[in-house]
């Protein structure tokens, strides 16, 4: 029966990194003991300050649909936390709370895209961009960029991928799956090629913001020549490890705005009430707040890196953010290990399943068919085990 699915959810791929979860998951339900680091989800729990707010949001008797768009006073909360941390000046009839990060993504893609609009994608790009910019018609257009220079596209590049028809550039600093975080200069070059394009937007996903070895954040949307054309786009999944909340939100254009909340007013009625009210809480803190979280990550990828570092061709960049690394493992292409024969990342992905017990994502979710996603957001023991038991199917 499944032809008389539309073409646009026929032509939709499966969500990479939640589909090789759930792999594991299954594998896990049949006794397998499986390592995960597939999923980029923070392990920690929620911190307690925030559980106290929504058990308290709960006693209070929040139950009703919120507004659209957000609570006025989580607005406010976000407006503050957008000037305290990132220097963005809003006000409330910019900012757009939705059901995660990717929802806001969503509904930016549906008031934007008309069919055949192209929107740029910085290569690696995370897993969901082509796929929802395709389901609204839109073209993904990847500019390929390379591990010397940190996967990062230069000026240069975005200028060469301009066309008639660019409506958009999408892209996340730091970044999901290289964790290659964008300095000052590297986005003025970007927004001063965009002052030429007066008609091209930027969606700036900044949802690992705090996430950051090397300090100082930039939001691209404080640059003068773009910054009415910027939507910043952030939550508090990876941050404040709420993945199951399912809260991000928008700084943006009020027009823009606008139209995303009549979008959402007619797709989800707005966020999770409770949720909502504990994103305050967790907003109005200082970020220090959450800053052993950050230490812990820092330590995990100096570990995990040294330990790649001892298995032949897992060449890595050195992730400055985030919580990935996104080693180059073509130096396998064309072997059989095992009686598994490697002709891409994907086939890596899966050898690796299988024979090693440890779940990864093959680059080609992210617009690189040469690399392979490892999630180190997992503990040390994990992580440990989990490339030793790489290393040794890899070299057997
Ligand atoms: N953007 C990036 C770069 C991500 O890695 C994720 C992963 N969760 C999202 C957006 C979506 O986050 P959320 O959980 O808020 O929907
Ligand atoms: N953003 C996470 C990841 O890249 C969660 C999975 C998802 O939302 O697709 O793994």
Known sequence: MEHYLSERVKNLATSQTLAMAAKARELRGQGKDVIGLSLGEPDFNIPDFIKEAAKEAIDENYNSYTPVDGYLDLKKAIIKKFERDNGLIYSPSQIVVST?????????????????????????????????????????VEVKTDIENDFKMTGAQLENAITEKTKMIWFSSPCNPSGSVYSDEELLALSKVLENYENIFIVSDE?????????????????????????TVNGVSKAFAMTGWRIGYIGAPEWIARACNKVQGQVTSGANCIAQRAVITALNENPDKIEYMVGEFKARRDLILELLGEIKGFNCNIPDGAFYVFPDISHYFGRTIDGFEINNASDMSMFLLEKALVATVTGNAFGNPNCIRISYAASKEQIVEAVKRIKSAVES
Do not use: F, M
């Not at 990060?101 to 897993?127: H, T």
């Not at 949802?207 to 910054?227: D, P």
């Open 100 to 140: 995660g990060a990717k929802q806001a993504l969503y509904n930016i893609a549906s008031v934007l895209i008309n069919p055949g609009d192209e929107v740029i994608l910085p290569c690696p790009y995370w897993v969901s961009y082509a796929d929802i910019v395709k389901l609204k018609g839109g073209i993904p």
């Open 207 to 231: 949802i690992y913001e705090h996430i950051n070895y090397q300090g100082g954040h930039n939001s691209i949307g404080t640059y003068n020549a773009v910054k009415d054309r910027t939507i």
